[in-house]
């Protein structure tokens, strides 16, 4: 089996070419390309197989720098987010690995190409469009990961998301949490905001996840969640007329 690599940060394609060599050692892996140039030489020359494709490369996303190309090759998406999962899928991917990647994901991937295999060889080719991973409107629903699976949830689950410890975590209203790699400021700019609202550096809350305010010092009001959080959540004597004004006080 021929191996095509495409991934940008030098451990990364280390690891993966390891991995990939103890799950199939009989893979011979043809190169690692850092960019699309890159990767449409190798693609061009060579027969290939399967190929691992980071979707952002050293010179753009995948979608971007090789638009317009047309592959006949299964692909299997790596990457450190998961924002682009269901659209992944929505191309007929193979498998779609977040970083760090497991030896036991890799090697499940793997098994699926080589059972799929003589199906996706008379599959019909996709080809790379720049505005395939586009967000369309406000994000509808998160992908985030339990254990080494992938799951849906969509907006109406989420209570609020929160900033700690230099992570962000989804909270639901069922009471979990889950880490997802967005800042807060991305998460402005991808959700309704009539339906959340930042409120300060630390939350962005949906509206129903609001209990009440309590008046606080000089004007600022105390937010109180459900699920309760276990700070006082304090927003500013400049913001809490916006807040006021976002829910309709």
Excluded: H
Aim: aromatic share 12%; hydrophobic share 45%.
């Amino acid at each position: 089996m021929k191996v095509l690599i495409c991934e940008d940060e030098t451990p990364a394609s280390r690891m993966l070419s390891k991995l990939i060599q103890e799950a199939s050692p009989s893979t011979q892996i043809v190169g690692v390309a850092e960019t699309g140039e890159e990767a449409l030489k190798i693609i061009n020359s060579e027969k290939l197989d399967l190929i691992f494709m980071d979707i952002e490369l050293a010179d753009g996303s995948c979608f971007e720098v090789l638009e317009g190309v047309e592959i006949k090759t299964p692909v299997i998406f790596t990457t450190a987010y998961d924002e682009y999962a269901l659209k992944a899928f929505e191309l007929n991917a193979i498998d779609y690995l977040v970083k760090p990647i497991s030896f036991p994901q890799l090697q499940k991937a793997i098994d699926k190409f080589i059972r799929f295999k003589e199906v996706l060889n008379q599959a019909e080719p996709f080809m790379f469009k720049s505005d395939f991973l586009r967000q369309e409107g406000f994000k509808k629903r998160f992908l985030v990961k339990y254990g080494r699976k992938l799951f849906p949830m969509a907006i109406e689950e989420i209570a609020y998301f929160m900033a700690n410890d230099k992570l962000v975590w989804l909270v639901s209203k069922n009471r979990k949490k889950f880490v997802i790699n967005y800042t807060l400021s991305e998460l402005e700019d991808l959700l309704d905001p009539n339906t959340f609202f930042r409120l300060n550096r630390q939350f962005i809350v949906q509206l129903d996840s609001i209990v009440n305010l309590e008046p606080y010092f000089k004007g600022q009001v105390i937010v109180n969640l459900e699920p309760e959080v276990d700070q006082e959540i304090i927003i500013s004597r400049n913001k809490t007329p916006e807040l006021k004004a976002w829910l309709g006080i």
